[in-house]
């Protein structure tokens, strides 16, 4: 009974827009007073909870991230995609994916990414004819392969939950990306495969090598965060720091950002930073709290007893974490729910680096998804279309991604085999 009065104090301070942080805190508070134990109990555990060396990677890519919005890369690897596409029907919507795959290499976030290249691709696209529901559908969905593709702030903050390699997880994470850069490449083909009029301005060889000789600087950072990485010279909390520099430098040659911008960048990480952070201790509090009531205990036992089939288990996971991503900040959801799903799948043999891709996939794209769906809400102003709109356009690209999570969910090679290759 305590466990379900919690759980409705939580949702209804979610459904009142209560911030996840707070609406974790406050119903976890009360039961750590109810139940007779000091306040240095929730400091301690919340605490606790951040207590890990991995987690240091958080603010640094965070940094990486502001940064290459701000020295305008995503503009330079944009001009350079536009080049190469050249008159190929629909390019723009290539292009839209190739820059998102291109900017996740410097950036773990969706919202971010939402963010700062929407404001370049859309209008661009709505201005050459392309229909507005659809630029914004293809903005916000290639938006999640910034979370996916390494450096993802999930795939860190999983990897210090569940006790696993950070490289490995980030050279796990490589495939399913380019699967669901591919899977939306051909969505692309499908719609505009009979718009004649969508064509991009005409190949230039001297146009693609004067973009090109432009995005060389920013091709020096994920060389240094996964090549440094993956070749053992960095940790990766080291390759976070080591490419923040590197781009913070390239921000200084290429004169966009200057002494004055340093604040404003500095106050922007420290504002995700502090986010990211209060939630993952609010869930650190929450999570003490499941496991002193056996709450793990109690769904192993139901998931053994309802199935002892693997594919059956993924199935029930995939499905709990698109619902939970859809109504909770996925962070959050992976603080809580990794403590209690990591050990049910071990005893199913499912590989945890295997296990970490499909939460994170799942979540992601949970943003999507109303009633949340936090990357909605973030290219709805970006664009100006309402948010139902922005659903709407969002909904032919769910078929690719869905399809790519079943292809990780049921091939576990598509996530193990660069780990494996390079001995992680």
Known sequence: MDMVLLAVAIAALLLLRVPVAFALL??????????????????RQTTEALNSFPLLAVPLFIL????????????????????????????????????????SWMSGSALADAAGLGKVEIPHMIRKGYPPRFAVGLSASSALLGPIMPPSIPAVVYAGIAGVSTGALFAA????AFLMA?????????????????RGEAFSWQRLRASGVRVLGPLGAPVIILGGILGGVFTPTEAAAAAAAYVLVLGAVYRSIGWRDLF?????????????????????????????????????DAMLGFTDNTIVFLLLVNLLMIVLGAILEGLSVLVITVPILLPIATEFGVDPMHFGVILILNLMIGLLTPPIGAVLYVMSPVSGVPVHE??????????????????????????????????L
């Open 64 to 103: 990486v991230g502001v940064v290459a919005n701000r020295a305008g890369i995503g503009d330079r690897l944009f001009e350079f995609a536009l080049a190469a596409a050249g008159r190929v029907r629909g390019s723009l919507g290539y292009v839209n994916v190739g820059v998102s795959l291109g900017f």
């Open 182 to 198: 591919a899977g939306m490449a051909i969505m692309v083909y499908v719609v505009m495969r009979k718009r004649d009029d969508l």
């Open 264 to 300: 404003g960048i500095a106050r922007e990480t420290a504002e995700t930073t502090a986010s990211i952070t209060l939630i993952i201790g609010a869930s650190g509090l929450l999570g003490w709290i499941l496991a002193r009531e056996r709450v793990p205990q109690a769904v192993a």
């Open 173 to 176: 994470s490589i495939g399913p």
């Open 390 to 423: 922005v659903f709407r356009g969002t909904l032919p690209f769910l078929i690719p991604l869905l399809a790519v999570l079943m292809l990780i969910t049921f091939v576990p090679a598509t996530v193990t085999f660069l780990p494996a290759l390079f001995g």
């Open 26 to 43: 406050g119903p976890c508070l009360t039961y750590v007073s109810l139940e007779g134990y000091s306040a240095g109990l929730s400091v």
